[in-house]
């Protein structure tokens, strides 16, 4: 299954990788998100939509946990992963909010695209789809989602090195540690990211991100029983 959004479809990676890495899923007994999510990134945010660009590194491999948005969890889960924890934690301190879940569906409906540089994991084995070629797919979504001006939130080393050669002048570019708890004091915390994405898309005359309210009865919203891991 490719992207059923439109604008990324024609990538070369879908013609030139992705048969032989669909393959390889397949003869997998489980892989997280499901099938059916794994381009839920591309589905939901179209190239010309694309006004934030956050990178996450791979599918949580919690199962039920991974969703196809980096970061997102299905809007039923009660305890959060402790990364979102502290994004959450840091967007209250920011701007005095946070979404009342842990689904971000909302965030990728704004033109914010939520990617992870591998869009599969194994459960429970964190990092096991890393050099299976989703690399090619995510320089080729970064080269043509840099084409106009976005903001870029790069948090940790892996993100940041990812995205470095998209990142030009015509681009706001926020740079932190990540918000792991191994490394959220060592610069996430206190960085004000959400305000200062919002204080840029309105200087350039553009709606800002609203970051804490999902639409009510949202029909892309995912609960837990929507996604297998």
Request: proline share 10%; hydrophobic share 40%.
């Amino acid at each position: 299954m490719s992207p059923t959004g439109p604008g990324w479809a024609d990538l070369p990676f879908f013609a030139e990788d992705w048969p032989a890495l669909r393959d390889r899923l397949a003869a997998r007994d489980a892989v997280a998100p499901p099938a059916a999510l794994r381009f839920r990134a591309l589905d939901l945010t179209a190239p010309e939509d694309v006004r934030v660009v956050i990178l996450g590194q791979d599918p949580y491999p919690t199962p039920g946990h991974a969703t196809g948005l980096a970061f997102s969890v299905p809007g039923d889960l009660r305890k959060l992963p402790p990364s979102l924890r502290n994004i959450f934690a840091e967007m209250r301190d920011d701007i005095g909010c946070a979404p009342e879940s842990g689904d971000l569906t909302h965030w990728a409906q704004q033109g914010v695209l939520l990617l992870n540089t591998a869009l599969s994991v194994d459960p429970g084995q964190p990092g096991s789809h890393a050099r299976w070629g989703w690399d090619r797919l995510v320089a080729q979504v970064l080269d043509r989602a840099a084409r106009r001006p976005c903001a870029f939130l790069l948090w940790g080393n892996h993100a940041q090195k990812v995205a470095r050669p998209f990142t030009g002048p015509e681009h706001l570019v926020i740079e932190t540690a990540h918000p792991s708890p191994l490394a959220a004091r060592r610069g996430f915390f206190g960085s004000r990211p959400f305000g200062r994405i919002n204080d840029w898309l309105e200087a350039r005359g553009e709606a800002p991100i609203d970051w804490c309210h999902a639409s009510r009865g949202d029909a892309q919203t995912l609960s837990n029983t929507a996604s297998d891991g």
